[in-house]
């Protein structure tokens, strides 16, 4: 059977373009490629259009709405997840107009259908306190312990995402002075982030111990589970998990629930407080756009506080007399 033009084209999308010319991660790829097997399932629940005989003909901006429409709707998705969605099918649009010109106007309509805006919520994250609470809790005494330890004390030393983490090998990290660890982020992007000796030395200590220092290591994944592959996603939650919960009684600034991520926003916030500029920060942290990096500065209450209290206010002081003083309030106001 001949493949229609939407198969051809999603097939050199997905396993060339952004590979090959975009080089996106596979983890990107794998993101893509469930957006349209939604879609495809979408059109033909809705549309009775079976992916074998869908073309892009039967594809335009009405179609693309309803598909989102149907996500928020019957897979009950977010307005992030939406937008993350429509990003995916924008991407693929935009490929495709160069492939076929003349279906330029029908693929830029779909290429216009907006993003919903979105509240962005605050950066949730631990106190320097907590996050020291947090990282004292494996158990040095037990090889499972020192090699949690050297793993959350270097996912917060450096604030690398969780992937960022899982994919770091051997070979990434010179634990020599200077020490640094090579991270390679979204769209591939390798950046290098100082390690404060004491996570230098928990990691030299893992290494060791592991015996990764050994010819033929470097390739190696750092962390890795117990048949001694790259450690997942799911696992790196589960360590956190074990040793995040919030103390009974104590700080109830301490989130309810710590994941991965929160570990990276409390480096950044721990950064700003310590005076450091956004550029900076930015370059520890991998963002592309430094938008990113300033959601911290609007985060923080107290440096929002510190910053008023530094400032002269030309408020009049409250006067001495209150209607408080007086027995009533129409007693007050007759003052006036």
């Known amino acids: 059977m001949t493949p229609t033009d939407f198969a051809a084209l999603l097939s050199e999308f997905l396993a060339e373009y952004l590979p090959g010319q975009r080089n996106v991660s596979a983890l990107t790829v794998k993101s893509y490629r469930d957006v349209f097997t939604l879609l495809l399932q979408y059109c033909e629940q809705v549309h009775g259009l079976p992916p074998e005989k869908l073309s892009l003909s039967r594809i335009d901006a009405g179609v693309i709405l309803g598909f989102l429409d149907y996500l928020e709707k019957e897979r009950r998705s977010c307005v992030s997840t939406r937008n993350q969605r429509l990003a995916a099918i924008h991407s693929f649009f935009q490929f ?3 492939r076929l010109p003349e279906r330029m106007l029908q693929f830029q309509r779909i290429m216009a259908v907006p993003f919903k805006r979105t509240v962005r919520s605050a950066a949730v994250y631990l106190s320097s306190d907590a996050v020291r609470t947090v990282l004292s809790r494996p158990d040095p005494a037990t090889a499972r312990g020192r090699r949690n330890q050297a793993l959350l004390s270097l996912m917060y030393d450096t604030g690398a995402r969780v992937q960022e983490l899982i994919d770091l090998r051997v ?13 390679t982020g979204k769209g591939r992007k390798a950046r290098l982030v100082p390690l404060l000796p004491a996570t230098a030395a928990l990691v030299k200590e893992y290494i060791e111990e592991a015996t990764l220092n050994e010819p033929g290591q470097t390739s190696h994944p750092l962390f890795f589970n117990s048949r001694r592959g790259k450690l997942s996603r799911s696992g790196v939650r589960h360590i956190v998990k074990k040793y995040s919960a919030r103390p009974d009684g104590q700080d109830m600034s301490w989130p309810q629930t710590v994941t991965p991520h929160t570990f990276r926003h409390s480096k950044a916030m721990h950064l700003l407080q310590a005076g450091n500029p956004l550029p900076v920060i930015q370059a520890i942290l991998g963002h592309s756009d430094i938008k990113s990096t300033g959601i911290y ?31 009533g309030l129409l007693n007050w106001l007759k003052s006036l």
């Open 96 to 98: 495709t107009q160069t």
């Open 297 to 327: 500065a609007h985060a923080d209450l107290e440096m929002k506080r510190a910053a008023l209290e530094r400032t002269p206010s030309p408020t009049p002081a409250a006067p001495a007399h209150s209607w408080l003083a007086n027995k």
């Open 171 to 183: 070979e990434d990290l010179r634990l020599a002075h200077p020490a640094h660890v090579r991270i």
